[in-house]
């Protein structure tokens, strides 16, 4: 071989490695890697008996209203001690897997729910693989996963409410049965009415409350009257071991109504947002901040409820990028109860630059699309 054809051959061996490498490395990091993970979160579920913990009070409940009993006075079904804390949809719902053992009715769920994460992707147009990777390394996701809660169901229920947006039924479906499972998502409802969709709003709160009073009429409207009292001690029990801006604010020495002022202040300041970016038409960063209100205004907050920002970085970018490494910082915070104060910080600011770099990146597409570039003429 002459000299010139061995330097040509040693400059394409490099060239041709450096993709294979690549190639090699996503297939590690986004495929075996969340694969393992996975796998392993199964296991350690199994081994330490906490499969699909918060499913044990869905599952109680349904096994309290298949005996006749009222599930809201029945005893030691939640992991706080207390009586079942949701409307009686989840348990009713949660019935057919009652002739199921309990661990296996928790592998299973949580089984279905990877398959929740992953549909919401898949909802959202989401094409690029190595993001379904990613999404199951997400601290957050895990933790919805492991719980068994509805947390990704939700995520799902606003995933379609935004792919259907302009689909009347559809979109007030999947709001609507998220505000009969559990009253968390209602700021989709002023996203509807803020981009003048105000008959989809209208009609999602008209599906929610009959379905909500439907699946308590199943049950006889046992503890409808005493369930307001019910959420406050279930907010004085817990409330304190959540990821929220009021605890940031009692853990940084304010008084207890100078930290409520704060968290109401940011939470109203991004329903505001929202309603004025919504009126523009910019009804994808509205959205976006719709989801931020939700995690904002809610009093108590775990760790899995951060698995709603799969929705907001799916939407504002489809494909693989920076903000979708985001959350995975969110490895620091334990997945519920007693976090500390820089735990509880940690994982806000994670979530704000989750949100804010999301948000950003729509801003910037938007603005693309209003101001396509000027193709100059070619003189004739």
């Not at 061995?6 to 061996?13: F, L, P």
């Not at 709160?205 to 009073?213: M, R, Y």
């Not at 409820?305 to 910082?329: D, E, K, N, S, T």
Request: net charge neutral; charged share 15%; aromatic share 8%.
């Amino acid at each position: 071989m002459s000299a010139d054809g061995a330097a040509i051959s040693s400059s394409v061996g490099p060239a041709r490695s450096g993709p294979r490498v690549a190639w090699l490395a996503s297939i590690v990091l986004f495929g075996a890697l969340p694969a393992l993970t996975v796998i392993a979160l199964f296991a350690a579920a199994i081994s330490d008996d906490s499969v699909a913990t918060d499913l044990r009070q869905f599952y109680g409940a349904a096994q309290a209203i298949l005996d006749g009993d009222n599930p809201y006075e029945a005893t030691g079904i939640t992991e706080w001690g207390g009586p079942y804390p949701y409307p009686p949809l989840p348990a009713l719902s949660a019935v057919p897997l009652t002739p199921l053992p309990f661990d296996a009715a928790g592998v299973l769920v949580m089984a279905v729910l990877v398959g929740a994460a992953l549909a919401t992707l898949r909802v959202l147009d989401v094409r690029d693989w190595r993001c379904y990777g990613l999404a199951l390394l997400w601290p957050p996701v895990l933790s919805a996963v492991q719980t068994g809660n509805v947390t990704l169901w939700f995520g799902l229920a606003a995933a379609l409410a935004w792919r259907y947006r302009d689909r009347l039924l559809s979109a007030s479906a999947s709001v609507g049965l998220t505000l009969a499972v559990k009253f968390f998502l209602w700021p989709l409802v002023v996203w509807q009415a803020a981009t003048r969709r105000v008959v989809a709003a209208a009609l999602s709160v008209v599906l929610g409350a009959g379905i909500l009073l439907l699946s308590w009429a199943v049950i006889g409207l046992a503890g409808l009257v005493e369930y307001p009292d019910l959420v406050r001690r279930l907010e004085k029990t817990v409330g304190e071991d959540s990821y929220t801006l009021y605890i940031v604010g009692l853990d940084l020495g304010l008084p207890s109504v100078a930290a409520r002022a704060l968290w109401l202040a940011v939470g109203l300041a991004l329903l505001a947002a929202l309603v004025v970016l919504g009126r523009r038409g910019d009804e994808r960063s509205a959205f976006l901040l719709a989801i931020a209100a939700s995690l904002a205004l809610t009093p108590i907050v775990w760790l899995h409820y951060f698995a709603l920002l799969l929705v907001v970085v799916a939407i504002a970018q489809p494909r693989l990028g920076v903000v979708w490494f985001v959350p995975l910082a969110m490895v620091l915070t334990p997945g519920s109860g007693h976090p500390t104060p820089f735990e509880t910080a940690w994982t806000l600011v994670v979530a704000a630059l989750t949100i804010g770099l999301a948000l950003r990146t729509s801003l910037r597409g938007d603005r693309a699309i209003a101001s396509p570039p000027r193709v100059r003429a070619e003189p004739a």
